[in-house]
């Protein structure tokens, strides 16, 4: 059942990819005498009326939220795809179509116990901002408070579960395909993404995302105010409904109304690589779905220029030895010391124990070294990302499925810096940081940081030592009687082989002379 369900899903991309004329956008990027003669033929002598832009929308729109949320990410990359088409995904951000206000007033109702008009004192039937996989209406509580209330779209688990099924069906036949479709790790990939979908269907999930970041940002953080994230309002939330601080901002997109309001555009790109590595090196959480529909620029006079943050249905998390090994890496390449980025591949098992440090070192180099020095606009990141990509071939090179959401979350990041301040120096700016953060880290301050943490559970052992110690000491010494003791079962376990043998040839032979007397 499960697999005509994802056979059935898999006809209709096909069907809505005919009836937007997506074929014809993808042959007609192809320069190859036979793209050409398929695009005569699929055209039947005609020409979509529609924009391919247009088309390229609707039909991501009418595929579902996975397929929303891939316009979303490549809406990004004005580097990677051309203007047309990324003006019309830039759509995907917060104008995808909404569901029905009514339906939505149900929603409410069956979550929290009452219709929206008696929980509130105002609220707004139309929906301000509609996503793939929820939408927003603005309201005001009874105690005076604006809010804005996250209403998940109904239905969505068995959509999302459809496209997931088909998505591992092709991650399986794109891992039989060979090496290298081992090597990507596809379905471990496509595990992770399923993981983050899913979480972000629960919406008390992203609540307590967004309490995390509101903590990690807020006033006894000593960030200075930097990321503005708003207040949980817990007694109006549940796995359907969030309600949260309504925000006041100019989406970040909007660059011509911050530089009218007096937002210093340069400073604002700076900070925003800031954040990003502050919440991926210091935290070791992140806000893993940075685009434009998601972050605002406070316009108010108290907080003029500070980003604002919003939708927290997908972070992301490292690991103590994920955030060292990244960290080193990225100095490494700032520092352009391409023979300790081969090193820490090798370390990190990423590449098999006999790779040639050199070979490997010098590999690194042609892909980075001619992209150093330059301003923003001349770095496409997807294309550094593409040759690493091809050179790693060469060393086997394994995918780690635990950063994939990094990777996505830095071309955001990429993305959103372009369109800020194309001349900004991404490697100047990301390199003092991150000097910092090793020093912290791996300095005296770092040594008392760790000790400070550690000394909670110090002050418990310590006061036991001593008789631990002591009672260890007078404990006798029965290594020897073990070794003993296991030397005798080991030979009472060979005896018993041995007896089984001689027990299987008997029965054997036994076998061999009734089927000889039979025979006979």
């Known amino acids: 059942m499960n697999a005509m369900l994802t056979f059935l899903r898999f006809v209709r991309i096909v069907f809505v990819a005919l009836r937007y004329g997506l074929d014809e956008l993808v042959l007609s990027s192809l320069k190859h005498p036979l793209a050409a003669l398929l695009l005569r033929v699929v055209r039947f002598g005609t020409r979509p009326r529609t924009p391919r832009g247009v088309r390229l929308r609707r039909a991501l729109e009418s595929l579902g939220p996975i397929f929303v949320k891939f316009g979303q990410v490549l809406s990004t ?23 029905p206000s009514k339906q939505a007033a149900e929603c409410i109702e069956t979550a929290l116990g009452a219709p929206p008009a008696t929980l509130f004192k105002h609220f707004e039937v139309d929906p301000v901002a509609s996503a793939s996989i929820a939408q927003v209406h603005f309201a005001v509580l009874h105690d005076g408070r604006e809010v804005a209330v996250k209403v998940l779209r109904p239905g969505m688990l068995g959509i999302i579960e459809k496209d997931m099924a088909l998505l591992r069906m092709l991650a399986g036949v794109i891992e039989r395909l060979g090496p290298d479709g081992r090597r990507l790790k596809p379905r471990e990939v496509v595990a992770e993404f399923d993981k983050y979908l899913h979480d972000e269907l629960d919406l008390v999930r992203e609540a307590s995302n967004c309490s995390q970041l509101r903590r990690n940002f807020g006033p006894d ?28 901002g100019i989406p970040v ?47 108010r006079p108290q907080t003029l220029g500070h980003y604002i943050a919003l939708d927290f249905g997908i972070v992301g998390s490292l690991s103590e030895f994920d955030k060292n090994y990244l960290a080193q890496n990225f100095l490494a390449f700032f520092r352009r010391d391409y023979r300790r980025v081969a090193q820490l591949h090798i370390e990190s098992g990423w590449v098999p124990a006999d790779t040639r440090e050199e070979e490997l070192e010098g590999a690194v180099r042609a892909v980075c070294e001619p992209y150093f020095d330059r301003p923003l606009s001349e770095i496409s990141l997807g294309q550094v990302l593409l040759r690493l990509f091809q050179t790693s071939r060469r060393f086997n090179v394994e995918i780690q499925p635990q950063l994939v959401l990094l990777q996505k979350t830095l071309l955001n990041v990429e993305g959103l810096g372009r369109e800020l301040d194309p001349n900004l120096d991404l490697w100047k700016t990301a390199k003092p940081y991150l000097e910092r953060w090793m020093r912290e880290r791996m300095g005296l301050a770092g040594l008392r940081q760790q000790l ?44 018993g082989n041995r007896l089984l043998m001689v027990i299987a040839a008997v029965l054997a032979v036994g076998v061999a002379l009734v089927i000889w007397f039979n025979v006979r």
């Open 221 to 248: 953080s000593g960030r200075g105010g930097v990321l503005i994230v708003p207040e949980v309002i817990w007694e109006f939330t549940t796995s359907t409904i969030f309600t949260m601080e309504r925000m006041y």
């Open 253 to 299: 997109g909007q660059v011509e109304r911050m530089r009218a309001a007096g937002i210093d555009i340069p400073k604002l790109a700076r900070t925003g690589v800031e954040i990003f590595f502050t919440q991926v090196f210091s935290d070791g959480f992140f806000h893993a779905d940075m685009h434009p529909g998601n972050i605002y620029v406070s316009d």
């Open 77 to 99: 990359r004005r580097d990677l795809i051309p203007a047309d088409i990324a003006n019309e995904l830039a759509l995907l951000q917060d104008r995808v179509p909404p569901f």
């Open 452 to 495: 400070e943490k550690e000394a909670a559970q110090w002050s418990q052992m310590l006061p036991a030592l001593p008789r631990l110690l002591h009672e260890r000491l007078s404990r006798p010494n029965v290594e020897p009687a073990v070794l003993v003791e296991l030397g005798r079962l080991r030979k009472a376990r060979e005896h």
